[in-house]
Every structure is written in structure tokens, then in C-alpha cells.
């Protein structure tokens, strides 16, 4: 058994390139056992790249990676979903499921079991001999997380696992993955949303252009890059112009930004002097420190396609 401080994912030095394009930078970062961490960062950023080494579906060019201190993840112990969803439309969701016991070696005396989990776990029990062809995209998402777990991994890599859903699978999926953690799995979850980044997981790992930017909590990588713990933002209840200038805080056309570096006193001398302004304020709220600054400034603000 390893040592409890050893990482169940060690990412050291790995490049990867596809012809003049450096997908990895020397990328270097680690996951502790049964930490639930998100890879951030916008298309292109090589998220997918890193999965798949990790995966061992395509191969680094330099570098090290390894898993519970013995080398790179087994099959045993390592589940990934990739981003597309790798179904077949004329199968059943239980076809799915006793398929995958094949291919990922679940013991024959535990496979009824395994897939009566899975069923039970993805909500599909009521739908499991209906064709996958008739699922909705949601569905469609929980059952591709259910056939890659059925082995119970201890390493798991999401690519993506919400991509094209409504806000209730989105809800859903994140419930399944939030189990799977209780059970002790580790995660690694690739996702450019925000959302997902800053209210779901234990830790950022942000990727810009092949290479680890900042990694931590939300809060020590706002510090981190200077961005002030809360911020109250509130709008002038008289019609004001786009030069408009507040007495604190920044304009953007809609709303005065304020960023404070603690409460108490520094929030009531904030509020009073905005409502100095003529007509007063409305709809003031507090925010603590936003993951999407961070990523904004270490990534830049221009669209990316």
C-alpha cells in the first residue's frame, strides 16, 4: 500500500507536439488521492491533449507521468469519459453496460451487480432496455460516465462531461461525480465552464497554450494575481452616460465595481460613498473572489474559436 502522501497522479515535465504545433509545454502538477480537481482553460488550451496522455491513448513526447507512486495508471484503476460520447444507437443501455464488464475486466460473479449499480446510479433503470438511439443528450451523458466506472476506478478523467446538456443533467451528471468522490475515487474533470470549476471541485489547475498557468484554490490564485477578495457592485438608480465617472470603483457601462480587501469598516465607507451619488444606488451585491478574474487575466479577455 503507498504512503498516504503519495500523489495518485504526478504530471512531470510532459511535452507533446503535433507537428509545429506544441500541444504541451513541459506541464507539471499532481493530484492528491481522492481530490476532485478541474483542468480550466479555453479551447485549444491542450486539456484534451493531456487527458489522452494521461489515458495512454496517445503517447508524450518528454516527460513523466505516473499514478499512486507505481508508474503510468493501469486499466484497472483508471476510468476515462471523453468528451465525445462513445455510444452506439442501436444498443440498450444494459447491452452498454454488460459490454463494458467485458472490456473492463469486472469479474463475472459481481457483473449483475455492477450493472444494476450503474443503472441505479445513472437513473436509467426504468429505461435500460430502451435503444440509446432514443435517449436525450443528458441520458445520453449519464450513461457514458456510468459504462466507464462500472470497474470502480480509483483515477477518473472527465473531458468535458456536461458538454451539450440542459442545466438538469448538468446538475445530474455532477451529482454522479460528486458520489464517485465520496466512494474515494480521484478526479481530474477538464471543463472550460466556469461554473463548474468555481462551485464543484477542490482545485483549479488552469492550461493556457500546453503549459499549467496557476494552480490552487480560487482564493490563493486571486491573491495570487492581486485580485481583491470581495467586490460589491451596484447601479446609479438615475440614467448616467458611458463616461460616467463613480467616486470608487470602476464604470463598465451598467454597473459601479468596487473591489475591497475586507469587510466591516471598508464595506459601509464603500456603500456610503456610493450613495453620494445623485439619485442614490440600487441593487447592490457582494461577491467573494471570482475564479472567472482569474482565468481572465492569466488568459487573456479575446474570444478564442
Known amino acids: 500500500m503507498e504512503p498516504s502522501d503519495t500523489p495518485a497522479l504526478k504530471v512531470s515535465g510532459v511535452r507533446r507536439a503535433f507537428g509545429r504545433l506544441q500541444a504541451l509545454d513541459c506541464v507539471d502538477f ?35 507521468i505516473s499514478a499512486f507512486g507505481r508508474g503510468r495508471p493501469g486499466a484497472s484503476e483508471l476510468g476515462f469519459v471523453p468528451q465525445q460520447i462513445a455510444l452506439h444507437d442501436a444498443m440498450t443501455a444494459r447491452e452498454h453496460l454488460e459490454l463494458h464488464c467485458d472490456l473492463l475486466g469486472v469479474p463475472g460473479s459481481d457483473r449483475r451487480d455492477r450493472v444494476a449499480w450503474a443503472l441505479d446510479f445513472s437513473q436509467l433503470a426504468d429505461r435500460a432496455d430502451d ?23 480509483r483515477l477518473l478523467l472527465l473531458d468535458e462531461p456536461t458538454e451539450g446538456v440542459d442545466p438538469q443533467a448538468r446538475v445530474a451528471i455532477w451529482r454522479m461525480i460528486g458520489d464517485l468522490q465520496k466512494e474515494g475515487a480521484t478526479i481530474l474533470h477538464a471543463t472550460h465552464l466556469i461554473e463548474e470549476a468555481e462551485s464543484l471541485v477542490d482545485s483549479v489547475a488552469i492550461i493556457d497554450h500546453g503549459r499549467i498557468v496557476a494552480r490552487g484554490q480560487t482564493e490563493a490564485l486571486a491573491e495570487a494575481q492581486g485580485i481583491s477578495p470581495f467586490v460589491i457592485t451596484a447601479r446609479p438608480r438615475e ?10 470603483g470602476e464604470w463598465d457601462g451598467r454597473s459601479i465595481r468596487v473591489p475591497l480587501s475586507g469587510l466591516g469598516d471598508e464595506l459601509q465607507s464603500a456603500i456610503r460613498t456610493l450613495e453620494s451619488i445623485p439619485g442614490g444606488i440600487e441593487g447592490v451585491r457582494l461577491h467573494e473572489a471570482s475564479l472567472e478574474e482569474v482565468f481572465l487575466r492569466l488568459t487573456g479577455r479575446g474570444l478564442r474559436e
Not at 54 to 61: N, P, S, V, W
Not at 147 to 153: A, E
Open 30 to 64: 499532481q493530484l492528491h488521492a481522492g481530490e476532485w480537481a478541474a483542468l480550466l482553460g479555453p479551447n485549444g488550451a491542450g486539456k484534451t491533449t493531456l487527458m489522452r496522455c494521461i489515458a495512454g491513448l496517445i503517447r508524450e513526447d518528454e516527460g513523466i
Open 131 to 153: 435503444l440509446v438511439g432514443h435517449y436525450s443528450g443528458g441520458m445520453q451523458r449519464r450513461l457514458n460516465l456510468a459504462v466507464s466506472v462500472l470497474h470502480k476506478p
Open 239 to 248: 440614467t448616467v452616460g458611458e463616461d460616467f465617472k463613480p467616486p470608487i
